[in-house]
């Protein structure tokens, strides 16, 4: 196996691991704070992560000085929409519908692509594939009938009404998420991953430290219970930094297709673990709409 086979391999490996573990934390970590302030979570979330980084990375505090304006923008920017708005969002989305399809909530931010690629062509000025609106609606009529079937929406009915409020806030995260994916394209192509998570991670952690300043949730310190804090440390050492220091490192050594069907085993993985640990299946309408809407995700990206 030459070199570029190696480090394609290796980049490939590095983003199924990422992947599988936001998987895991979507359906079975996350989901176990859900006692707290969704404000809160976030930020400890962050906290416990970018305080251990402090430990092993403080020289990356030097990075400032090589900061220009624009980089300062993108990185609040990423810290706005990927850390915060992003993070809130999905936490609030799975903490809605109580350990009822979990799955379904997670499989919704895969519409993030589509974001992405209409946030690029923007800001970016990168061109858009022709076959663009054909796939991206395919993902999202799929999305409508990975969330509800063949019912319309019952937004009388409590577990229904939940159901709908949690896919807003999926697919405001995936917004949010394809988002920060374009303002982190424009700071990578100056700094490296290294330097990228270490900020988001600051930056986010400064951001939420004024919201729960502001708003008192700092009150959420004294009802954390020792197995609260037992999750928080598991997800920031393995789901949280851990997974995207993994996911930047793959990302940078294989191409955006190989990228993407690489993180097919984030929906897989989620849907998996739902079956195990929460006993949830989709049903046979639920599980084609997942398939079709993946599918046209990766078209989006080929």
């Known amino acids: 196996m030459d070199i570029?086979?190696?480090?394609?391999?290796?980049?490939?490996?590095?983003?199924?691991?990422?992947?599988?573990?936001?998987?895991?934390?979507?359906v079975v970590?996350?989901?176990?704070?859900?006692?707290?302030?969704?404000?809160?979570?976030?930020?400890?979330?962050?906290?416990?992560?970018?305080?251990?980084?402090?430990?092993?990375l403080f020289k990356q505090y030097g990075q400032l000085k090589l900061f220009v304006r624009q980089d300062f923008i993108s990185m609040l920017l990423i810290a706005s929409f990927g850390g915060a708005l992003g993070t809130i969002s999905i936490?609030?989305?799975?903490?809605?519908?109580?350990?009822?399809?979990?799955s379904v909530v997670?499989?919704?931010?895969?519409?993030?692509?589509?974001?992405?690629?209409?946030?690029?062509?923007?800001?970016?000025?990168e061109k858009i594939r022709k076959n663009f609106?054909?796939?991206?609606?395919?993902?999202?009529?799929?999305?409508?009938?990975?969330?509800?079937?063949?019912?319309l929406p019952d937004i009388k009915s409590g577990s229904q009404s939940n159901v709908l409020y949690a896919s807003f806030f999926a697919i405001l995260a995936a917004f949010s998420f394809g988002s920060s994916t374009v303002f982190s394209k424009?700071?990578?192509?100056?700094?490296?991953?290294?330097?990228?998570?270490f900020f988001r991670y600051g930056f986010t952690t400064v951001l939420l430290l004024i919201y729960i300043v502001i708003?008192?949730?700092?009150?959420?310190?004294?009802?954390?219970?020792?197995?609260?804090?037992?999750?928080?440390?598991?997800?920031?050492l393995t789901t949280g930094s851990g997974a995207i220091f993994i996911y930047y490192y793959g990302l940078r050594r294989v191409k955006a297709i190989i990228a993407t069907i690489s993180e097919l085993l984030f929906p897989i993985s989620a849907i998996f673990f739902d079956y195990v640990v929460n006993g949830s299946v989709l049903s046979p309408v639920q599980l084609v709409s997942a398939a079709v809407m993946v599918f046209a995700i990766i078209k989006l990206n080929s």
């Open 4 to 26: 570029k086979s190696k480090t394609v391999l290796k980049g490939t490996i590095a983003i199924s691991i990422s992947a599988i573990l936001w998987g895991f934390d979507g």
């Open 29 to 56: 970590l996350t989901p176990r704070l859900n006692n707290l302030d969704v404000g809160y979570v976030v930020f400890i979330l962050h906290l416990i992560p970018f305080a251990l980084m402090n430990l092993f």
């Open 91 to 102: 936490v609030k989305a799975l903490f809605l519908v109580d350990f009822q399809q979990l």
């Open 106 to 125: 997670v499989l919704l931010q895969k519409l993030q692509p589509i974001f992405a690629i209409l946030l690029a062509a923007i800001l970016l000025k």
């Open 133 to 151: 609106a054909i796939w991206a609606s395919v993902a999202i009529i799929a999305s409508y009938f990975l969330t509800f079937g063949f019912n």
């Open 186 to 197: 424009q700071f990578l192509l100056h700094h490296n991953f290294i330097t990228a998570t």
């Open 215 to 236: 708003f008192g949730k700092y009150m959420y310190f004294e009802q954390t219970t020792p197995t609260n804090w037992l999750f928080f440390i598991i997800i920031g």
